[in-house]
């Protein structure tokens, strides 16, 4: 299918787009635009590890100086500009070098599927968690992290109904926020996240209101009417009801399992780990979530369920009814391993099978010699 995406949001339109043309006047030729799109992935993972190197509990920032280093936000800022104008570009660099492909149309949102989590439990790391005097609970973090995956999967649920793109809003402006919020604490140090902002509010309740605001007043009337106007306009790619809300019924079961394991879990494993926790919530969502744009680029039926949810609900399941015990922690690391590796295996065969497909290499514009 071809590829068609809607973007309308103005800070997109006037001022990034702008700085993406000349950026991308840099870049040459014979570079493969997959490897653009990868090297901002790597960028942003170098940097969640290098954070969670300094601060693995989300605790750093709650002390006063704050125990990351300086540079590091600094770094932080830089890197999430990169990573956000590489990933802006790769499109533009494909249709420059005429290689737009349904391969590279699934690295770049199969990627960005997983990117999404990654620039949010980084973030978290800023404003550090709940000590008693500031900073956010690890609760209110699922939370927040659960609405930017919907956000996300509400998109792509679109896309697969409409079979157009609409580009949120959200993320222009949420990766503004990003570099402005990393920006800001490098050079003004985490202080600033620890005095009330207006009214005895914080700057971090201001982002979660902020945040849910544009997510169920924007987003999602909006993937609701473009859904309504493909429909009355007879454009929509499935006719019954059913087979439209297919796509949602795995990614809000996970939701559910995790949020059993979060409430009922007896050694309140996300206040014990909630970097492990919501690492294993991020790469969770994005496997299925890719296996949504698989169905969406080629017009395939998800399964109703991802194979995924059956050893997770075992976990979940031996965790809240106190077979594991003291083991919870051991269980969590070991299972987030695992998923984690499946994931990228899954990714590295799906890779694979397209480049063969298609004939074409993941990271070089040269042609494949048919054998």
């Known amino acids: 299918s071809q590829y068609s995406a809607v973007d309308t949001n103005p800070l997109s339109v006037y001022i990034m787009q702008p700085i993406w043309n000349k950026i991308i006047k840099i870049v040459p030729l014979w570079i493969a635009p997959n490897l653009l799109t990868f090297s901002g992935f790597v960028m942003i993972l170098f940097n969640y590890f290098l954070i969670s190197f300094y601060d693995w509990d989300y605790t750093a920032s709650g002390t006063s100086p704050g125990l990351?280093?300086?540079?590091?936000?600094?770094?932080?800022?830089?890197?999430?500009?990169?990573?956000?104008?590489?990933?802006?570009?790769?499109?533009?660099?494909?249709?420059?070098?005429?290689?737009?492909?349904?391969l590279g149309e699934l690295f770049d949102h199969g990627l960005d599927s997983w990117a999404t989590?990654?620039?949010?439990?980084s973030f978290?790391?800023?404003?550090?968690?709940?000590?008693?005097?500031?900073?956010?609970?690890?609760?209110?973090?699922?939370?927040?992290?659960?609405?930017?995956?919907?956000?996300?999967?509400?998109?792509?649920?679109?896309?697969?109904?409409?079979?157009?793109?609409?580009?949120p809003w959200g993320y222009d402006i949420s990766q503004v926020v990003l570099i402005a919020a990393y920006l800001l604490t490098g050079t003004?140090?985490?202080?600033?996240?620890?005095?009330?902002?207006?009214f005895g509010y914080y700057i971090t309740d201001v982002l979660v209101?902020?945040?849910?605001?544009?997510?169920?007043?924007?987003?999602f009337p909006q993937t609701l009417?473009?859904?309504?106007?493909?429909?009355?306009?007879?454009?929509?790619?499935?006719?019954?009801l059913y087979e439209?809300?297919?796509p949602l019924v795995s990614p809000l079961l996970l939701f559910v399992l995790l949020t059993v394991w979060v409430v009922l879990s007896p050694s309140n494993i996300l206040a014990k780990q909630p970097r492990l926790f919501l690492w294993m919530v991020g790469v969770a969502f994005s496997n299925v979530i890719c296996k949504v744009i698989i169905c969406q680029m080629s017009s395939t039926r998800p399964e109703l369920f991802h194979w995924f949810l059956f050893p997770l609900a075992l976990v979940v399941y031996a965790a809240i009814s106190g077979l594991l015990g003291s083991m919870e922690e051991a269980v969590l690391g070991v299972f987030t391993a695992l998923l984690t590796a499946a994931h990228v295996h899954y990714g590295v065969c799906v890779g694979r099978q397209l480049s063969e497909h298609l004939n074409i290499y993941i990271f070089s514009l040269k042609k494949r010699v048919q054998e």
């Open 244 to 246: 439209g809300l297919l």
């Open 68 to 102: 990351v280093p300086t540079w590091v936000w600094l770094f932080s800022a830089f890197t999430t500009f990169c990573a956000y104008a590489l990933d802006s570009i790769d499109g533009k660099h494909a249709r420059r070098t005429q290689s737009s492909s349904p």
């Open 124 to 167: 978290f790391s800023v404003c550090s968690r709940d000590n008693g005097k500031t900073g956010v609970s690890v609760y209110t973090m699922y939370i927040y992290l659960s609405i930017v995956l919907f956000n996300f999967m509400c998109s792509h649920w679109e896309k697969y109904n409409t079979g157009v793109l609409f580009l």
């Open 117 to 121: 989590s990654i620039f949010v439990l």
């Open 209 to 219: 209101i902020l945040l849910i605001g544009f997510s169920l007043f924007l987003s």
């Open 188 to 198: 003004v140090g985490v202080e600033v996240w620890q005095k009330p902002l207006l």
């Open 225 to 240: 009417y473009n859904i309504h106007r493909a429909h009355l306009k007879k454009t929509l790619k499935n006719d019954s």
